[in-house]
């Protein structure tokens, strides 16, 4: 049997994505045959007009993903750029890494919280994404772990991108304490980290006896689980 094709749209990260780049860890599956494919009009969501120009730059690469044979579609980032859009006109399945790890959140969990990297500012691109998955309500709380400062230059977002995948202890030390809270609050809900960047911290915090889940990779598992079946 042949293995699944999944064109991954985007690197989950700041990462370019260059000619046979190799998946990322959480992408990498038995019997899958994962391609990342860049795309190129989008830009960092600063703004909602910013999101929406991330909306369209994502159903374009993933119609053309899909019209080159791609068995399936996967939105790395937890924004679902495009998301619904592509599930209107594309035949395959598609799946987003936020709504895709939210929904594995709850087979598990009846509630969820969100730890991002991101500050409030960039608060409406989680709104939009629960708004169009249908699942605000069984979000308990949005912690955001930067203040708006981090916006005040260009470089500051990819910056802290390259902080958190670095593993910085500080920053490790932030995110775990933010989920000791987030925990004791609400002891039910099962917490979701905000970005697909912030994979490499999730071996970290599990390390430290911490429960949950990274988006890259459980959305992504969620969707090949969903074509396999």
Known sequence: MSSIRIA???????TPILDDAAAPVPLQMSGIDTTLLPVPEAT??????????CEQAYLAAGIEAANAGADAVYINTVGDYGLSALNQVLSIPVMGAGSGA?????TFASRFSIVTLWPPAMRFIYDAML????LTQY??????????TL???SSGPLEAMATVQACGITTLDKITAAIQRVNARHPDSAVVLGCTCMY?????????DLSVIEPMGAGYRRLADAIRH
């Open 102 to 106: 939210l929904q594995y959140a709850l």
């Open 151 to 153: 916006l005040a230059t």
């Open 200 to 208: 490499p911290i999730a071996p970290r915090l599990r390390e430290r």
């Open 8 to 14: 991954v749209l985007g690197s989950g990260d700041a």
């Open 131 to 134: 708004a169009d998955s249908k």
């Open 44 to 53: 960092f969501p600063l703004t909602p007009d910013d999101r929406l120009i």
């Open 139 to 148: 979000c308990d709380e949005i912690v955001h772990l930067s203040d708006d």
